[in-house]
């Protein structure tokens, strides 16, 4: 079962990864093409709203409920493909009036997200950008629900490389519009709503594959469709929680010229070892853990929690730290270039380092989440989530007037260590499967250890290389020594005082 696990989160966390860096390489030529400027801003609020609603009733609520609910079915020989027929129909035909809804409501929607535009060409940018872009809900939703089935068949591959494909789209448009000298914001939000056609395409020919070729049909509200939707409410209402947290922090962003750009920048970087050891994480773990509850195997559920935890945890707390102790270097390389200048650097550096203070948060709340799921608990997820947007409410809005922009980050930073405060204390009911084992609490101190010594060198070793990093195209050889310089120091260290072994990467990556 462990290898078996960790190869399905080897598998996801690759390709994740390379979507990431793709999905840097997208942000480096917008930062580059757009700068911080009323088109930048314009399309990010934008490409938000579909992003938002789509967590909200696909990757958040939806397949929540749905795959506990699809794999017990599955595993008892139960008309599974059924009831994913009529799951799938239902959220084509609510996806669709949502669609219209949107389109006609869209000021409203801008003038919710980012108050701040209204008077000023970024406001009636943003309308036109997001009727272009909402649509691509429809397709990345149905996207993401054809994922959680293919999950829960252990068929990992296809539904982690979906999201390769938007950011490839969008780097050659990118490309081809600097080329030919076209709107590059009008250009981008074209390219969403293709790009949701592109990622449905791949995920439905595998699960095609599957056995499962589901079509758009009249929906049935079926008795098990009924349980879905009571299952998935109060998880809907936590997404709508958690969504709200984004609009808070991004209104304070909005009163602040250059800031949603800043803020959605920094996140772009702190997103990358969470997306790639989080996603990973929630994707293997749900299904995994529902099938060891559903079997009675209390034991199979806490090694699998614990794995999933010590692995996670061992990937993304070293990256926590060199967020907060190298931001400057990162982001200098990653994003300073054309139209996003020094001051845009320092800024999005600022924010970065207060995202990496709450990294470990993000992720420890990917690994409790599925311990409530998989006992379709969806409600208890719904008030904890409440309590940390009435955190992250008060810290955003209250230090706005003192602190700036940087409010919306430490918001959401002590939200999320407060939620995750919330996770534990809830899950101590739960018995073994919801503790952590012997194991993982003697290696989570030394991975800290291990850590704090990477830090300690990448200090050292930017002081050696910031004349490099200034140097031009110098800089980007230079980035490259301080993370290589970073890994082969936690690696090393981890190694020899026993935060990990380094087989058991190995083995993982062989059988994924």
């Not at 938002?52 to 599955?74: D, I, L, Q, S």
């Not at 809900?137 to 999201?163: C, D, E, K, V």
């Not at 969806?378 to 008030?383: L, V």
Request: charged share 10%; glycine share 10%; with cysteine.
């Amino acid at each position: 079962m462990k290898n078996k696990m960790l190869g399905g989160f080897m598998t996801v966390g690759f390709w994740t990864l390379l979507s990431r860096i793709l999905g840097f390489a997208r942000d480096m030529m917008i930062a580059a093409f757009l700068g911080t400027g009323p088109a930048a801003q314009a399309f990010i609020v934008a490409f938000s709203l579909p992003n938002m609603f789509r967590r909200f009733f696909a990757e958040g609520a939806f397949n929540t409920a749905f795959v506990p609910m699809f794999t017990k079915k599955h595993q008892a020989g139960e008309d599974a493909h059924g009831f994913a027929q009529d799951a799938f129909s239902g959220l084509a035909a609510i996806l669709i009036g949502l669609s219209v809804l949107a389109m006609v409501l869209m000021p409203w929607l801008v003038w919710a997200m980012a108050a701040g535009f209204v008077g000023d060409e970024r406001f009636d940018l943003a309308v036109s950008y997001g009727r272009i872009a909402f649509p691509y809900i429809l397709f990345i939703s149905l996207a993401a629900l054809l994922s959680g089935l293919l999950n829960a068949l252990h068929r990992f591959t296809a539904a982690a490389a979906a999201p390769v494909l938007l950011n490839v789209i969008f780097i050659i448009a990118l490309v081809l519009g600097r080329a030919l000298e076209a709107d590059i914001g009008l250009l981008l939000a074209w390219m969403v709503p293709v790009a949701g056609v592109a990622q449905f395409a791949l995920v439905w020919v595998a699960a095609k594959r599957a056995g499962f070729a589901l079509l758009p049909r009249r929906p049935v509200f079926t008795p098990e469709l009924k349980r879905l939707a009571i299952i998935a409410a109060p998880a809907a209402l936590a997404g709508g929680v958690v969504q709200i947290n984004l609009l808070v922090g991004r209104q304070v962003a909005s009163q602040f010229e250059g800031a949603i750009a800043w803020l959605y920048n920094a996140d772009r970087l702190y997103q990358l070892p969470l997306g790639v050891v989080g996603i990973a994480v929630g994707i293997v773990l749900l299904p995994e853990l529902s099938r060891r509850l559903q079997a009675g195997d209390g034991a199979g559920g806490q090694q699998a929690f614990s794995r999933a935890g010590e692995i996670s945890l061992a990937l993304t707390i070293p990256a926590a730290v060199a967020l907060i102790v190298i931001p400057m270097p990162l982001v200098q390389v990653l994003f300073e270039r054309g139209k996003f200048g020094p001051d845009d650097t320092a800024a999005t550096a600022a924010a970065v380092q207060i995202y990496g203070l709450g990294l470990p948060a993000f992720l420890l709340q990917k690994i409790y989440q599925p311990l409530f799921f998989a006992r379709a608990d969806t409600k208890t997820p719904f008030y904890y989530a409440a309590i940390s947007m009435l955190i992250n409410a008060g810290f955003a809005i209250g230090l706005a007037p003192v602190i700036g922009y940087l409010a919306a980050a430490i918001g959401t930073t002590v939200a999320s260590w407060g939620m995750v405060i919330l996770l534990w204390l809830g899950s101590r009911n739960m018995g073994d499967a919801a503790r952590f084992d012997a194991r993982f609490k003697a290696r989570i101190w030394r991975i800290l250890v291990a850590s704090l010594l990477m830090g300690a060198l990448l200090l050292g070793a930017q002081l050696v290389l910031n004349p490099m990093l200034a140097a031009g195209a110098w800089r980007y050889l230079a980035l490259a020594l301080l993370v290589g310089i970073g890994i082969c120091g936690y690696f090393g260290a981890g190694q020899v005082i026993g935060a990990f072994r380094l087989a058991e990467f190995k083995s993982s990556l062989r059988r994924s």
